[in-house]
């Protein structure tokens, strides 16, 4: 089973950015790979999705904000969060093949 690990979280003002990273162990070309995120005390939410074919979608909370794309050599898929709120902090995970990676971390805080 492929193993995923995201990395790139950390601490940010309002209206600041991060890139996540989502590496994945085996081979994820050809699949669908999500990005959800958790907060505390409320249900794991999607917020990202790149298909099989590279199409792209997001929910309204983040569209046009977020960006989703894949680098298929390196077995990556980056989640680009441009001007973030403080609604946006939570745990953000990647999901392929019914695996999960451990999650990381984003906080949007001043």
């Known amino acids: 089973q492929v193993q995923l690990a995201e990395s790139g979280g950390g601490l940010v003002q309002p209206g600041g950015s991060l890139r996540l990273s989502c590496s994945a162990s085996g081979n994820i070309l050809g699949q669908n790979v999500m990005w959800f995120r958790q907060a505390p005390g409320k249900e794991r939410e999607w917020v990202a999705l790149?298909?099989?074919?590279?199409?792209?979608e997001y929910p309204n909370s983040v569209k046009g904000r977020f960006t989703i794309s894949r680098d298929n050599a390196k077995n990556t898929v980056y989640l680009q969060m441009n001007s973030l709120k403080s609604e946006d902090t939570a745990v953000y995970y990647c999901?392929?093949?019914?695996?999960w990676g451990q999650g990381t971390q984003v906080t949007v805080s001043s």
């Open positions: 999901t392929t093949k019914g695996a």
């Open positions: 790149i298909s099989i074919g590279d199409s792209t």
